[in-house]
């Protein structure tokens, strides 16, 4: 992947049409894998100021903050997210992730709940899920979500290694 081109491409369109939401977002994408998530924050940031109904800038710039410790921030932004399209399970999990990193296991398992009350088949959502259960010992619940998982992904390595886990312990 060049994304080193593809900022300087992106920089070129914002130059030429600066108000073009996708463009700067496009670019907040390339410097997050480039992991500049300030200047991918920079980007969604404004992205989101063109058009404030932006709902991946808002996801996306919830996972830059998080990146760089902002969870209150990334919460409120992946917030904006849901409120933008409450039927996206994507941005539900995604809170989730924050807010588990934030070390609020109980409101990132609601997420993930969330998430797979919107889509079923949600492999990530339920290995999430069962991720958490299972740093919350409550080992059954765990094993239950993994075995969904794998059931949703046949070849999902770190479903079935951290089923084993659960219930080895």
Same mark, same amino acid.
């Given at each position: 992947? !060049? $994304?080193?081109?593809? =900022? %300087?491409?992106? /920089?070129?369109? @914002? &130059? #030429? +049409? *600066? ?45 830059a903050k998080s990146e760089?410790? !902002? $969870?209150?921030?990334? =919460? %409120?932004?992946? /917030?904006?997210? @849901? &409120? #933008? +399209? *409450? ?50 010992? !409550?080992?059954?619940?765990? =094993? ?5 998982? @794998? ?11 951290n089923r084993a886990y659960?219930?080895?312990?």
């Amino acid at each position: 992947d !060049d $994304h080193e081109g593809a =900022i %300087k491409d992106y /920089t070129r369109v @914002i &130059e #030429i +049409n *600066p108000e073009y939401a996708s463009a700067f977002y496009n670019r907040g994408l390339s410097k997050d894998e480039m992991e500049d998530s300030y200047g991918a924050t920079s980007d969604y940031s404004k992205a989101i100021a063109i058009n404030g109904k932006h709902k991946n800038a808002f996801i996306y710039r919830g996972y830059a903050k998080s990146e760089i410790g !902002d $969870h209150k921030g990334a =919460i %409120k932004d992946l /917030t904006s997210a @849901i &409120e #933008i +399209n *409450p039927e996206d399970s994507y941005a539900y999990s995604a809170r989730g992730y924050v807010k588990e990193r934030a070390g609020d296991y109980y409101a990132a398992i609601s997420d993930y709940s969330k998430a797979i009350e919107i889509d079923k088949t949600y492999h990530q959502a339920f290995y999430n899920r069962g991720y958490l259960k299972d740093k919350m010992k !409550d080992y059954y619940g765990a =094993i239950s979500d993994y075995n969904k998982a @794998i059931f949703l992904k046949k070849d999902y390595e770190n479903a079935y290694i951290n089923r084993a886990y659960a219930k080895a312990d």
